[in-house]
Every structure is written in structure tokens, then in C-alpha cells.
């Protein structure tokens, strides 16, 4: 989604003009749109007087940004030691099957995208994922079926909804 320009310029004018407010005016608009177009690096850049090669030299860096549109659920699942131990890549083989995408994608729907990260911090619950906010742990494939069907259930009824 590409904000108003009205929109951008009251998440810009949240920050003095200046470089070193360039993480934090992207993790906004990454808030906002779900991803980082590049009208609105340019547009940041240009306000906060930051080279654009810098801006987007900080935009590739940040693993937690992106530069293309995300789903509406971001799936992320650990690869950390514990997690790959306790076979973390027999879930991740079954999201990606069932969701028809690999890790680094978003489904044709527009509504998952999966990603796999080095470690969740979650070792405890192990092997996890989280999507959006939520973690999930223990995971079993039997579990991953019963966790998407629960977001594709949510996603249903909220169609119905506002097809009334």
C-alpha cells in the first residue's frame, strides 16, 4: 500500500530532518505499508537529507525490512539450534507445501509470506514460528494444519463480512 502524500509527510515531520532518523522513519512506514516502496525511500531520503545510496544501503541491510509487499500474516519460523534440532525443517517444508511459496515469498493470495530467521528466542518451545505477534511452539505438522485453518477460518468470515 503507498500512503497519502499527506499521510508520509506526517510520519516524516514525526522526526527531526535529519540522517540519523532514517531506522526509524522507515520501521514507520514499514508499519504503515506492510513493506518499503521505493517512492517512499526516495521521498524519506530527500527529508531527512540522507544520500539515497545510504538509504537504501540501510533498507537492504535490515533483514526486518522489505522492499516488496508482505501478506497480511508474516509466518516467521526459527532456524536457531534448538529449532533445528527438534526438526524445524519438516515444518517449514509443510507451510511452504501448503501454502504453495518457499521462504522469502508470499502466497498468490497476498495473505501469508514466509520467512525463515535465525532464532525466534523461544528455545523453550522449540521447535516455534510466529506469525504476526503470536508464537507458536511445540510444532508438530499436525499443528501447522490446525494453525493455518484457523487464520484461512478468520479470513473466511471476515469476507462474509464485508460482503453484507
Known amino acids: 500500500m503507498i500512503l ?3 499521510k508520509l509527510l506526517g510520519l516524516l515531520q514525526k522526526y527531526p530532518p535529519e540522517k540519523q532518523h532514517t531506522l526509524a522513519v522507515f520501521q514507520d512506514i514499514q508499519q504503515e505499508c506492510g513493506y518499503l516502496p521505493k517512492e517512499h525511500i526516495i521521498e524519506a531520503a530527500q527529508y531527512l537529507k540522507t544520500p539515497l545510496s545510504q538509504a537504501y544501503a ?3 541491510f535490515y533483514r526486518s525490512f522489505s522492499l516488496t509487499p508482505r501478506g497480511k500474516y508474516v509466518i516467521k519460523v526459527c532456524d536457531g539450534t534448538a529449532c533445528h534440532i ?3 525443517h519438516e515444518m517449514r517444508d509443510t507451510l511452504a507445501r501448503i501454502l504453495d511459496i518457499d521462504a522469502g515469498n508470499t502466497d498468490k493470495d497476498g495473505l ?4 525463515t530467521v535465525s532464532c525466534l528466542g ?6 516455534v514460528m510466529q506469525i504476526n505477534d503470536e508464537y507458536f511452539g511445540s510444532l508438530t505438522v499436525e499443528k501447522i494444519y490446525d494453525i493455518l485453518a484457523k487464520f484461512y477460518e478468520v479470513e473466511s468470515y471476515e469476507k462474509e463480512r464485508s460482503e453484507v
Open 58 to 60: 540501510m533498507a537492504t
Open 86 to 88: 527438534k526438526n524445524i
Open 4 to 6: 497519502s502524500q499527506e
Open 122 to 127: 523461544a528455545c523453550s518451545i522449540a521447535p
Open 112 to 115: 501469508f509470506t514466509l520467512e
